[in-house]
């Protein structure tokens, strides 16, 4: 588990050692962090220049002071607090330093208070979640009891979807980075609150929706060791699998609501009988006619290889999908992205996946041309890790099965650009290596455990 300290106990360490060693501020600084960094302390969300702080933050300081005298009291300026609002934002937006010290002067717990007051326009409600997303993204650890109350509260009460978009992008950015956060709000219930969304939102605020769902089966803080993400993942995935397949009929022909769509369909397929679920609400079909209708959007072409790899974990999905004739559609649609580093290592993701353990699958794609579609990708990204490697287990999934394809790889110079590969990435040399050894080319494979030829004991033979 990383360790993690407060912005004032590095403060107080800087001061300590000016006083203590008579050091300079920049080289208190220096050695502050010297001194955490070797205790393995993670220091990614402080402020370790405090000479920037001192000089750029004054514009700071005077709007959340300015929001602090027109908060006081029962009553808001509504007038007022606009500019000062606006201003908090850009700010915020300049990077984590001013986020940081707009928390510390308790912006979050003004702006809190201000929703939280009756009779506040909408149109102050919208500024001030725009405030929050600012300041709290990356910055998540602000969140407490009372601000987890204020978003179900708005979600029992509210019904204005401007309103109920903001705030989901605001709750998605307190699940970013934050382990306690998303199983706080997971727990509060928010999940109930989210279905009912799914059919009835317009698109800005099924995004929200789908983004939230994303960050509550995220596992990205390092501070925590176990998470609970499979586990929210499994339940969300139980209760809203089936909407939000069937919302890929509803917005077949909006490239940007399906990548949202997509995206969370893959984060949720985490277990196969899910991949089942997602096949019987008709997505395949619905993913091949993507993959040829917006075969020239990169992004949205990376989604539906993604969610056709999760898809190809199921056995029976697997072989679906080639059956489907999507052998053609995949192999043609890589070729056309593969200058695209990030789409053409998921689409030989996808090969490879597909590929495994399947001859059947392995031979409509090699009737499709995907070898000499996969010797070019590996020949234009000759510097990407994953491309190579993901290249290289799509070449040892179609071949193991089916050495008669072998012929075509080397003489398309698979060998050559693997043992090529070989030199360079040596994580990826396992994998390499099995799409040698496959091939049936000269490599040297090395000996995992040896074993040294004694006979086994077991404590009962030991005590005879």
């Not at 912005?7 to 600084?29: C, G, H, P, R």
């Not at 934050?178 to 698109?203: C, M, T, V, W």
């Not at 012929?407 to 650009?417: I, N, P």
Request: aromatic share 4%; hydrophobic share 40%; proline share 2%.
């Amino acid at each position: 588990m990383v360790l993690q300290i407060t912005q004032d106990a590095f403060d107080n360490t800087v001061k300590e050692n000016m006083q203590e060693f008579d050091l300079s501020l920049t080289d208190a600084i220096k050695d502050t962090i010297k001194e955490y960094e070797a205790q393995g302390v993670d220091l990614s969300h402080i402020i370790v220049d405090l000479m920037a702080v001192n000089i750029d933050c004054e514009k700071l300081h005077e709007a959340v002071n300015a929001l602090k005298s027109y908060t006081a009291g029962s009553s808001v300026d509504i007038q007022a607090i606009k500019p000062v609002l606006t201003c908090i934002q850009t700010e915020c937006k300049r990077g984590l330093t001013y986020q940081v010290l707009a928390g510390k002067d308790g912006t979050y717990k003004i702006i809190l208070d201000v929703l939280e007051k009756t009779g506040v326009p909408d149109e102050s409600i919208l500024e001030c979640l725009k405030t929050l997303i600012a300041l709290m993204t990356k910055q998540p650890d602000l969140l407490d009891e009372q601000g987890l109350k204020y978003i179900i509260k708005t979600l029992d009460e509210t019904k204005n979807q401007e309103i109920i978009t903001s705030l989901l992008k605001w709750v998605k950015e307190c699940c970013v980075l934050h382990e306690y956060n998303r199983q706080h709000i997971f727990d509060a219930g928010i999940l109930e609150h989210l279905k009912p969304l799914l059919n009835d939102a317009g698109s800005d605020l099924l995004c929200a929706v789908l983004g939230v769902l994303r960050a509550l089966v995220l596992d990205d803080d390092i501070r925590v060791e176990f998470g609970r993400s499979h586990e929210h993942a499994r339940a969300i995935a139980s209760d809203t699998l089936a909407s939000i397949t069937n919302l890929l009929e509803k917005f077949k022909n909006d490239a940007a609501v399906m990548n949202e769509l997509l995206l969370t369909l893959s984060a949720l397929l985490v277990r196969t009988e899910f991949c089942k679920k997602v096949d019987d609400a008709g997505a395949l079909t619905i993913i091949q006619k993507a993959l040829q209708e917006f075969s020239n959007n990169d992004k949205l072409v990376r989604q539906c290889f993604k969610v056709l790899k999760a898809l190809a974990g199921n056995d029976e999905c697997k072989t679906k999908i080639i059956k489907m004739g999507a052998a053609p559609v995949l192999v043609s649609t890589l070729n056309q992205n593969k200058q695209s580093a990030a789409t053409a290592s998921l689409g030989l993701a996808c090969i490879a996946s597909l590929t495994l353990r399947s001859t059947e699958n392995s031979e409509a794609l090699y009737i499709a041309g995907a070898p000499l579609v996969i010797i070019e990708t590996m020949k234009i990204h000759p510097e990407s890790e994953s491309v190579q490697k993901n290249a290289s287990w799509a070449i040892r999934n179609m071949v193991s099965r089916s050495r008669q394809q072998n012929k075509e790889f080397l003489r398309l110079d698979a060998e050559a650009l693997l043992k090529t590969a070989l030199l360079k990435y040596k994580n990826c040399e396992y994998d390499i290596k099995a799409a040698l050894r496959d091939l049936e080319c000269d490599v040297e494979l090395k000996e995992e455990w040896t074993g040294k030829g004694g006979k086994l004991q077991t404590d009962a033979t030991k005590a005879k």
